[in-house]
């Protein structure tokens, strides 16, 4: 175990909390997509994307960092989403060792569906929810948002990548 056994509040069951986030965004993604009628792109694929506004480019290093992937693997998902439409890859004009990468027009518009289908999923299952059950989901949105954001900093530490708030 971690050395953050004290630190967990009393009756805070970690391992159900982490066995059910993953069912829970598979289960999202899956009702999502059968919604929206969307073709079945991977989670890593959709992490890819997520990173790449509208507007912005990057690199595959950056991409690999920023997502905790091995830079073989983004590579690898970078060729599958180019071959689909999903991404572009172009050398970069002022530095031609330097590949940027964008999100398709088409990417983004798979996106935006897919959002809104899975808003729509949320709210119609909070709507069926008990009300004390909605407003604790609620009022635990910024501690789960923190939660994400310290597991991913662990991430890029652990890689030794510096915090994004060092960056730049």
Known sequence: MSGLDGARPEGLDVARLSGLISPLRRSLLRAARAA???????????EVLRALPAG???SPVELADDLSLNRTTVSNLLKSMEAAGLVTRATDAAD?????????????RLLERFDAASADLVGDALADLDPADAAALAAALPAL????????????????????????
Not at 96 to 108: M, P
Not at 147 to 161: F, M, N, P, V, Y
Request: hydrophobic content about 30%.
């Open 36 to 46: 929206e009628h969307l073709p079945d792109i991977p989670d890593a694929q959709i």
């Open 56 to 58: 912005i480019t990057r």
């Open 96 to 108: 031609r060792r330097r590949v940027e990468v964008r999100a398709s027009a088409k990417a983004h």
């Open 145 to 168: 948002e923190r939660l994400r954001d310290t597991l991913q900093e662990r991430s890029r530490a652990d890689r030794g990548i510096r915090p994004t708030s060092e960056a730049g």
